[in-house]
Every structure is written in structure tokens, then in C-alpha cells.
């Protein structure tokens, strides 16, 4: 047996978890090994000084302190069971599936959900097309060139995101801002990586070029901007030559159908 | 005529643990006397800090009256208790708090007198008054104190309270296989630790 061996058993030697015959190699070697064999002794020295290490003993004030916490939670534990019990009562398997059906019939037909519903309809994923009638129906376009598209009212659930309610707990005139629509705007992971120093300044001169102003940055990768709404299509279009959006407008009116453009209103 | 009251030494843990069931409250406290000593031990050897000892090996006793009917008589009341305490301590000595207070209050430190730790003091065991078993006790604490988390756990629990292989597996509900590895490889650091220290 060499010591690299012996070194990884040792433990389990000590432990009295080895074979006969394991048993009786590592003591051969042990015999023939002092280095090892000091190494037996200290470990030996150790566990014998280990098992007879003083025991710490509980304080006298142990049973009283547990006392003391069991009826603490004991009045913890009485107070949940008897509302789990007042719920249990009020609220049984007939009466949540009644309130269930409520509380479903006052989210689908609340006349002010169908409201927002409709001021928020094609927020996200627009076709290209309709851009204009998302500014249309936000009020920051006059009302031309006919009314809502029935396509973008097929898409509004997917739209229906966290940042939509946010929206949904702002005013209705709120979403009109003097006729401009600010944007936030996510670079693309290109923009981020290669340039994050330049990606704002970039942005900005373009938003500037076209009779946009920069709000705020509120974070390292996105910026809050102001542009007028018939400049939208070009800002965007500005944006996709250098490819800082996440995600391109299509060129050509025949290909890829959608986009994603958040549009944060403040 | 009634059976003669057994002397509670006799009364298996689990007879104690049905008593408690069929509403026999002092029953509970039987259990408590007869395993707190451990239970405090274990917990003050893996924490080292008096308060979280307390705390610990307090909330032991009280999840274990809780759920003293999951106790199954096939591991012993103080197996059990102890896969309790462990749990209890191991995510303990994982907050940030703890470590705070521990690196404040070493396991290595030296130790108040038996009065003053009693009267809740910070560590440990009453200083002994042997000097030469004293620099022992001393070297093992510091060996130990050197070891975190599931390795110190295995180390207290075969070193120091004498666990079987088997019974630490069912204590820390590791492997037996890693059990084995890991105190081979914390007997390794021993070794190290005592040619330091020695």
C-alpha cells in the first residue's frame, strides 16, 4: 500500500469501516510506514480528546424560556386556526365558486375596462400600417383617415402587459401630452455591448435632428424622448439604419408584419 | 388494580411521544428533560454563540412539539430532534447576522467561567481546571471552530456526539457515500490544523 492511499483511508480506518482485509494492509503499512503512522496517532489523539470534550448543559431557565415560546405560538397558532375557520365558513367550495363567477362577469364587462380597452388597443406589436392610428387613438393625431382597424383590436391581449395597466391607473387626458408621444426606447444588445457611451448621445442627436427632445435617462438603457408624431415613422426609421433598436421596423411594406416599440406614457 | 407507574427512565421516547398524543402534556416535558442537554450541546458546538444556541435549540423543542407525529419510532427521539437542531443551525450559521455575531464572538475565544455562562454570558464549557487538559480542550475547539457549514456538522456529529455513519445520513439527509468523503476529507484538514497547532 503507498501513503497517498493510506492518507485517503485513514478515515475510514479509524472510523472502523473497512474491510478485514483493507484493514489489515493499512496496518501492515503502518508498521512499515512512521510517517503515516504518526499521522494515525494525532488523528486518534484528537478523536479521543473530541468524545471527551465537556458537554455545554442547558441553562436552568431552559423549560421556562420553552414554556414561554410554546404559549407564544400556541396563541399564534389559535388565532390562525380560528380565521382559518371563520374563512373556512365564509368562504365554502358553493360560495368562492359564486364569487368566482362575479368577480369574472365585473372584469369582462365592466364598461370602464372596455373603456381603457379601447384607449389602449394596438399599444404593442403594431403593424407598421398602424402606427398612425395608435397616435390616432391616443389622441395625439387629429381623427382622419378612418377609424379603428379590426386588426388591432385581434392583438390587444397580447399587448396586456404590466406595463399597460401602468398606463390604465393614469388619467384618460394624461395619455394626450401637447401633442408629442414620448417613447422609451430599448437599444439593441449590438448598441449595448459595442457603444453604451455613445448609444445616448446618438439617440439624442437623432430625436433632436428630427424636432424631438430628450426627456430623461431613466436608466443606463433606455431613454425617455419626446417627438412629434409625424416624425415618429422616420425617428424609427433613423433608428434602424444604425441598428439601435432591439428590434428593426421592416423596410418594405410586404415583410415581416410587426414590431415591438414600447411606448411609455407619461 | 392499575400497572404500577413506570420510572420515566424506563418509558421509551416513543411511549412518551403516544402519551403526548392522547393529551398527556407533561409528557412533552419528559421528552424536553431527558434530550435538552444534548440538543443545547449540539447547537452551542456547531453556533458557538450563546444566543443563537438558546434560540435554536429552543425552536428545536418547539417545531418537534409540532410535529412530534411525524416521529416514527424506527430513528431515535434524539436522531430525530437532532435533524431538527441541524436544519435549524445550518441555516442559521448561513445569515449574515450570525456571522456577524460569531466572528465577533469566536467558538475559539476564551471561554468566561461555568457561573458566568449560566447566568448567560457568551461561550461555552466551564474552563477546566487541569492545565494540561485545558490546552486540549482548547486545540480541539480550535480545530473544530476552523470548520463551516455540512463539514463541521459531520465532524460535531461523528467527533464529537458519536453518530453512527448511518445515523448522520438520517441526521443531515445526505448520502452515506458523501458522508463518508466528506470526513475523510475533514480528517485530512484535521490533521493539518493539529500539525499547526501542535
Redesign the interface.
Known sequence: MKCIEC??????F??E?LSPAERSAMEDHFRSCPRCAK?LA??K???R???M????????Y??R??HR??DR?SELGTAVRAAAEWAGRLFSLRNAAIVLVLVTAVIVFNPFNQYLLRRLEGRFHLPKQYIGNVCRKMGVLPKEGGGTQPEARSIIPRGFTAATAEVMRRPASALVTDKRVPLVLHPSRRWKKAAPARLADEIGRIIRGNGGKVLEQPGPQSLLVEIPPQQFILIINELNELGILEKPLPRTPGGKKSFKIPINVQ | MNDPILPTDIITDQKLADAFHAGDKSAF?TL??RH??????LC??LLGVRAD??DC???T??RA??QLRGFKSESTMLVWLYHIAVGLCMRRMSSDDYRKRASADPADAPRPQEGE??A?GNP???V?DDGEQDE??N???R??GSFEGEQKVLVVL???E?LS?EEIARVTGISLQRV?SQ??E???L??DK??EL?
Not at chain 2, 435538552?36 to 450541546?41: E, K, L
Open positions: 492518507t485517503r483511508t485513514l478515515s475510514a479509524v472510523d469501516r499521522e494525532m488523528l489523539v484528537f478523536l480528546e473530541a468524545r470534550l465537556r458537554r455545554v448543559e442547558a441553562p436552568e431552559f423549560m424560556n420553552l415560546r410554546l405560538s | 416535558d424536553v428533560s435538552r442537554d444534548r440538543v443545547f450541546n452551542q458546538r444556541t438558546n435549540s429552543l425552536e423543542f418547539v412539539r409540532r455562562a449560566a448567560g461555552v464549557a466551564p477546566p486540549k480542550e486545540i480541539v475547539q480545530v473544530i461523528r467527533d464529537l458519536g455513519y463518508s470526513l475523510a475533514a480528517r485530512g484535521i490533521l493539529m500539525k501542535v
